[in-house]
Structure formats: structure tokens, C-alpha cells
């Protein structure tokens, strides 16, 4: 529960927010490597590139009196649970779909 601060004044600072963000380049990156294997090394690059932004971000940008209160582990388990979900279900319509064409 966060005390003494509103739960969206600090949005631009939300470290759970990039996490989500970071989360969902990866889901999209490993479903759509399925189909068009030519895309890992954009999505990888993406990643690269978004994880050097949130470095500097970390260490130049946000307020170091920033305190998420657990909400940051919340909310990036809960995305990564979604985003696994996700990929099952996609394998699982893409398996079935090349079964039914065999």
C-alpha cells in the first residue's frame, strides 16, 4: 500500500511501469519469433536499447528518494505471468493451426 503518495503522481518515475515495458518487448519479441524468425535480432536490438535508456534513467533521471514500496515486484510478476500466458496461448493457436493444415 503506498503511504503518503498518490499512486499516479510519481507515473513518470513508476520503475514498475519499465519493467511492464521491458516485459512486453520480450512476449512479443519470443511470439512473433515464431512466425518470422528474421525478427530476433530486432527485437534484441530494441531490448539493447531500452535497457541502456532505463540505465541512465536509474542513474541520472529518477529522484533518488523514489520508493516503490513492493509495488515494482507486484506488478512485474504479475506482467511476466501475463506475458508466459500469452506465449501458451499463441504457441497453442499456431500448433493447432499447422496440425489442422497437415
Not at 74 to 95: E, N, P, R, S, Y
Amino acid at each position: 500500500m503506498i503511504q503518503h503518495k498518490s499512486k499516479f503522481k510519481h507515473y513518470i518515475y513508476d520503475l514498475s511501469l519499465r519493467n511492464v515495458i521491458a516485459v512486453t518487448i520480450f512476449t512479443f519479441g519470443i511470439c512473433f519469433s515464431i512466425i518470422v524468425p528474421i525478427m530476433i535480432p530486432f527485437v534484441a536490438i530494441l531490448a539493447w536499447i531500452c535497457y541502456y535508456f532505463e540505465k541512465y534513467n536509474i542513474f541520472f533521471v529518477y529522484p533518488l528518494d523514489f520508493e516503490s514500496e513492493e509495488m515494482n515486484r507486484k506488478t512485474l510478476v504479475l506482467g511476466t505471468f501475463w506475458a508466459i500466458i500469452l506465449f501458451q496461448v499463441f504457441m497453442i493457436i499456431i500448433v493447432s493451426s499447422v496440425l489442422t493444415i497437415s
